[in-house]
Structure formats: structure tokens, C-alpha cells
């Protein structure tokens, strides 16, 4: 089972720097429980990486690099300590064994993808083009 600890520091530190595409990433390979999601490491081989290396990738200040992706997100975006890391410890202490752990984190990746689009289902859609043109009509 996550722990509470590891849950928080997802809710607080990583879901709000996640991008869209990195989530989506990270969903696709714990369902298909992929061997690309390794533990243990940050890196192993390009494409292989861990939870973190496969967010980074997917994020535009750390899209570029390869094998320090996942620390440098983690400590530049998320402003975590990687060796701290509550997630990233949990992570690599399941190994892929303890699917209660994989289960738990998919769902809740899960449901912040869900939160997301339905706050963005909600967001009332501006036409730019028309506000633009409504503020110079008003001058």
C-alpha cells in the first residue's frame, strides 16, 4: 500500500509540476506495467527510466536531457531532495513485487488526470479574438 507520506509529497510537490503528457506517460506504463518504469535507478538506458526520468522527459525545462532528467526535475521543478524523496524510496523499495503499490499510485495519477480535465471542462472558454476586438471597439 503508498504511504500517506508518499501520497502527500505527490499531491504537494509532483502533481502540481507534472505536465499533461508526462501524466499521461506515467499511466500508460504502470498499466502495461512496462519494463521502460524501472526502479533502483533514475536511468538505465534511454528510453528506461524511473517514475521521475519519464516525467522529466515529458517537461519542457527538462525535456532535453537524458540521464540526470529525473533528479534534475525533481530537485529544480518539484524542489525535492531525489534522495529523500518519499515517492521515489517507496518506488524503488517495491521493485515492481508489490503490485499494491503500483495499483495505489496508478489510481492516484488516475484521478488527478480526472481532476484536471474536469476543471478544465469547467474553465467558461474565452475567444480571444473577440475580447480583443471587443476592448478596441470600446476605445
Same mark, same amino acid.
Given at each position: &500500500? $503508498?504511504s500517506?507520506?508518499?501520497?502527500r509529497?505527490?499531491?504537494?510537490?509532483?502533481?502540481?509540476?507534472?505536465?499533461d503528457?508526462?501524466l499521461?506517460r506515467v499511466?500508460? $506504463? $504502470?498499466?502495461k506495467g512496462?519494463p &521502460? $518504469?524501472?526502479?533502483g535507478?533514475?536511468?538505465r538506458?534511454t528510453? &528506461?527510466?524511473?517514475?521521475?526520468?519519464?516525467?522529466?522527459?515529458?517537461?519542457?525545462q527538462?525535456t532535453?536531457l537524458?540521464l540526470d532528467a529525473g533528479?534534475?526535475?525533481l530537485?529544480r521543478?518539484a524542489?525535492?531532495n531525489?534522495?529523500?524523496s518519499?515517492?521515489i524510496?517507496?518506488w524503488?523499495?517495491?521493485?515492481?513485487?508489490?503490485?499494491e503499490?503500483?495499483?495505489?499510485l496508478?489510481?492516484v495519477?488516475?484521478e488527478h488526470?480526472?481532476?484536471r480535465?474536469d476543471r478544465s471542462?469547467?474553465?467558461p472558454s474565452?475567444?480571444?479574438?473577440?475580447?480583443?476586438?471587443q476592448v478596441l471597439?470600446?476605445?
Amino acid at each position: &500500500m $503508498l504511504s500517506k507520506e508518499s501520497i502527500r509529497e505527490l499531491q504537494q510537490s509532483w502533481l502540481p509540476h507534472v505536465t499533461d503528457s508526462g501524466l499521461d506517460r506515467v499511466i500508460d $506504463l $504502470l498499466a502495461k506495467g512496462s519494463p &521502460m $518504469l524501472i526502479h533502483g535507478s533514475f536511468t538505465r538506458a534511454t528510453p &528506461m527510466g524511473c517514475l521521475a526520468t519519464h516525467i522529466a522527459w515529458n517537461h519542457p525545462q527538462t525535456t532535453h536531457l537524458t540521464l540526470d532528467a529525473g533528479v534534475t526535475w525533481l530537485n529544480r521543478v518539484a524542489g525535492l531532495n531525489p534522495a529523500t524523496s518519499s515517492v521515489i524510496r517507496e518506488w524503488d523499495r517495491c521493485a515492481g513485487a508489490d503490485f499494491e503499490i503500483r495499483a495505489d499510485l496508478l489510481a492516484v495519477l488516475k484521478e488527478h488526470r480526472q481532476a484536471r480535465a474536469d476543471r478544465s471542462d469547467d474553465a467558461p472558454s474565452c475567444n480571444r479574438i473577440n475580447r480583443v476586438a471587443q476592448v478596441l471597439a470600446e476605445n
